[in-house]
T-cell receptor
């Protein structure tokens, strides 16, 4: 069966520091991969998605970037965090269009 | 521009009764809709979906109704159980090729009381 994991689960970082959140999927090949963010009191906002290695689509302009160095690995990064980057980050995968399967989430607090 | 709206941030229902969660959308190009359930500090889990060519889909205690003319869908949970207490997100997707670019609502927190 397919599984998705992301880490770290919780992160507290100072403003201006770098960020790296990692997500891996097991049990499937060539999945579509996604990064969503849930800010306080808001819905889930799609940040990036990828349909293949090295292929990244950005949905909103921001301070973050994403990379897909391997088929089942998706990384969310920032060179310098802002206070507004705080939130709950969710990695997800899908086989094609349709249902998304989410990871456990990563809580980022920028101080 | 909020294309998917859940206007009720919270809902409280007694155990055994029906829970009705509502969702409105504005984009007529959406062709499938999903409901997700989320517990605190966890990722959302898929509950049920419906294609735009249908008006009802049922799975156990969960039923989703779609009214395309009103651009409205609802999730019915019958009977409600304490374990149903969570945040419920409505999501919508369109024909965007191979990727599943879902648009989510802001969620409704359901509290099922004893």
């Amino acid at each position: 069966s397919q599984t998705i994991h992301q880490w770290p689960a919780t992160l507290v970082q100072p403003v201006g520091s770098p960020l790296s959140l990692e997500c891996t999927v097991e049990g499937t090949s060539n999945p579509n991969l996604y990064w969503y963010r849930q800010a306080a009191g808001r819905g889930l906002q799609l940040l990036f998605y990828s349909v293949g290695i090295g292929q990244i689509s950005s949905e909103v302009p921001q301070n973050l970037s994403a990379s897909r160095p391997q088929d089942r690995q998706f990384i969310l990064s920032s060179k310098k965090l802002l206070l507004s980057d705080s939130g709950f980050y969710l990695c997800a995968w899908s086989e094609s269009a349709g249902e998304l399967f989410f990871g456990e989430g990563s809580r980022l607090t920028v101080l | 521009d909020q294309q998917v709206k859940q206007n009720s941030p919270s809902l409280s229902v007694q155990e055994g009764r029906i829970s009705i969660l509502n969702c409105d959308y504005t984009n007529s190009m959406f062709d499938y809709f999903l409901w997700y359930k989320k517990y605190p500090a966890e990722g959302p889990t898929f509950l049920i979906s419906i294609s735009s060519i249908k008006d009802k889909n049922e799975d156990g205690r969960f039923t989703v109704f779609l009214n395309k003319s009103a651009k409205h869908l609802s999730l019915h949970i019958v009977p409600s159980q304490p374990g149903d207490s969570a945040v419920y997100f409505c999501a919508a997707g369109g024909n965007t090729g191979t990727a599943s670019k879902l648009t989510f609502g802001t969620g409704t927190r359901l509290q099922v009381t004893l």
